[in-house]
């Protein structure tokens, strides 16, 4: 009976060596020198060695790669820091080259940019225009007001008060097309700006990608 159980335990042992052997062979060994200076080998990471690089050996003999030492919790907080700062700078290059891509498709010559710059400038021009047109027809209102107000030149108290809303309103209006035409020409600086901006951009990326932008010499297009 006593064989019989050494028997079977001995089959056990060597097929849990045969499976540590096999595990051995298809990942290989771990290897380090410790804190003690002590030479280590195991099937797996070595616990020994946590705080220093260990080499992962092929069955071969040959490193198949170098595990570095586990980090601290601040170490580990650092890492990911820096790992999350990386990605943040891969994403805003990725977004970069992204909009570039798109620019260039959008603008594949100066000709196209400067068509573009022009259009946009004569639709702010044509609002302008519009306004000036409003604001000389208030100023020939203005004129009729002034007209009427010379029966009470001598006491404008007297007024009727339909005529004083009439000027109230007239200076009101005159004020709204005023402030409306300065905006409008802030906006033509900002979309001149913005064009001036994309040129610079667009010449280094027309140089990179070899090509010669049509009417490079030619003016920018300015109203």
């Not at 092929?58 to 650092?78: C, D, F, I, M, Y």
């Not at 000709?111 to 400038?121: F, P, Q, Y």
């Amino acid at each position: 009976m006593q064989m019989r159980v050494q028997m079977m335990a001995a089959v056990v042992w060597t097929a849990l060596a045969a499976g540590v052997s096999s595990i051995a062979q298809t990942q290989g060994i771990y290897s380090c020198v410790d804190a003690a200076g002590r030479k280590i080998t195991a099937d797996r990471p070595i616990a020994e060695c946590i705080d220093r690089p260990q080499r992962q050996i092929n069955p071969s003999g040959t490193v198949k790669r170098v595990v570095g030492p586990s980090l601290t919790a601040q170490e580990k907080a650092a890492q990911e820091q820096k790992d999350r700062v990386a990605a943040e700078v891969r994403a805003r290059e990725a977004e970069e080259k992204r909009r570039d891509r798109a620019l260039l498709l959008r603008y594949p010559s100066r000709t196209v940019h400067d068509k573009e710059r022009a259009e946009a400038l004569e639709q702010i021009d044509e609002v302008i225009k519009a306004a000036s047109k409003r604001t000389t027809e208030l100023a020939g209102q203005r004129k009729a007001i002034d007209a009427d107000f010379e029966f009470y030149k001598s006491d404008a108290a007297k007024a009727p008060a339909s005529l004083k809303r009439r000027l109230e309103e007239n200076d009101s209006s005159v004020a709204v097309q005023k402030r409306f035409i300065a905006d409008q020409e802030a906006e033509k600086k900002r979309v001149n700006m913005r064009f001036d901006e994309e040129l610079v951009k667009l010449n280094q990326l027309w140089a990179m990608g070899g090509a010669t932008p049509a009417a490079a010499a030619a003016p920018t297009a300015r109203k």
